[in-house]
Protein backbone atom coordinates (compact mmCIF):
# COMPACT_ATOMS: atom_id res chain seq x y z
CA UNK A 1 0.00 0.00 0.00
CA UNK A 2 3.02 2.30 0.92
CA UNK A 3 4.33 2.05 -2.68
CA UNK A 4 0.70 3.08 -3.73
CA UNK A 5 0.05 6.07 -1.92
CA UNK A 6 4.13 7.28 -2.43
CA UNK A 7 3.30 6.62 -6.34
CA UNK A 8 0.36 8.86 -5.83
CA UNK A 9 1.34 11.79 -4.51
CA UNK A 10 4.34 11.60 -6.90
CA UNK A 11 1.90 11.96 -9.64
CA UNK A 12 -0.16 14.68 -7.78
CA UNK A 13 2.78 17.02 -7.17
CA UNK A 14 3.96 16.54 -10.90
CA UNK A 15 0.30 18.58 -11.89
CA UNK A 16 1.42 22.12 -12.13
CA UNK A 17 -1.32 24.46 -10.05
CA UNK A 18 -1.44 27.02 -11.97
CA UNK A 19 -3.46 25.80 -14.73
CA UNK A 20 -6.13 24.41 -12.41
CA UNK A 21 -9.39 26.17 -12.22
CA UNK A 22 -10.09 26.63 -8.26
CA UNK A 23 -12.42 24.14 -8.57
CA UNK A 24 -9.76 21.74 -9.24
CA UNK A 25 -7.36 23.15 -6.76
CA UNK A 26 -9.43 22.51 -3.97
CA UNK A 27 -9.50 18.59 -5.17
CA UNK A 28 -6.05 18.30 -5.56
CA UNK A 29 -5.94 20.12 -2.18
CA UNK A 30 -8.54 17.08 -0.89
CA UNK A 31 -6.75 14.42 -2.54
CA UNK A 32 -3.63 15.22 -0.89
CA UNK A 33 -4.79 15.70 2.28
CA UNK A 34 -6.61 12.09 2.04
CA UNK A 35 -3.08 10.55 0.44
CA UNK A 36 -1.71 12.31 4.12
CA UNK A 37 -3.84 10.25 6.55
CA UNK A 38 -3.94 7.18 4.69
CA UNK A 39 -0.26 7.34 4.75
CA UNK A 40 -0.94 8.06 8.51
CA UNK A 41 -3.02 5.34 8.97
CA UNK A 42 -0.97 2.71 7.56
CA UNK A 43 1.59 3.76 10.16
CA UNK A 44 -0.79 3.23 12.59
CA UNK A 45 -1.47 0.20 11.51
CA UNK A 46 2.54 -1.30 11.29
CA UNK A 47 2.84 0.23 14.97
CA UNK A 48 -0.26 -1.49 15.96
CA UNK A 49 0.96 -5.07 14.49
CA UNK A 50 3.69 -4.65 16.00
CA UNK A 51 2.02 -4.43 19.51
CA UNK A 52 -0.15 -7.67 18.24
CA UNK A 53 3.21 -9.35 17.92
CA UNK A 54 4.53 -8.82 21.17
CA UNK A 55 1.00 -9.86 22.77
CA UNK A 56 0.24 -12.91 20.90
CA UNK A 57 4.72 -13.55 22.12
CA UNK A 58 3.73 -12.65 25.85
CA UNK A 59 0.17 -14.76 25.89
CA UNK A 60 2.11 -17.87 23.94
CA UNK A 61 4.73 -17.27 27.05
CA UNK A 62 2.39 -17.41 29.87
CA UNK A 63 0.37 -20.55 28.20
CA UNK A 64 3.70 -22.36 28.26
CA UNK A 65 4.54 -20.90 31.70
CA UNK A 66 1.16 -21.89 33.27
CA UNK A 67 1.21 -25.88 31.66
CA UNK A 68 4.15 -26.48 33.86
Excluded: C, F
Excluded at 13 to 33: C, F, R, S, V
Excluded at 51 to 58: C, E, R, S, T
Amino acid sequence: MADTIAETVDLLYTIEQENLTPDQQIALGTALASLAQAERLEQINERLRGIHQVLNAWAMKATVDGGR
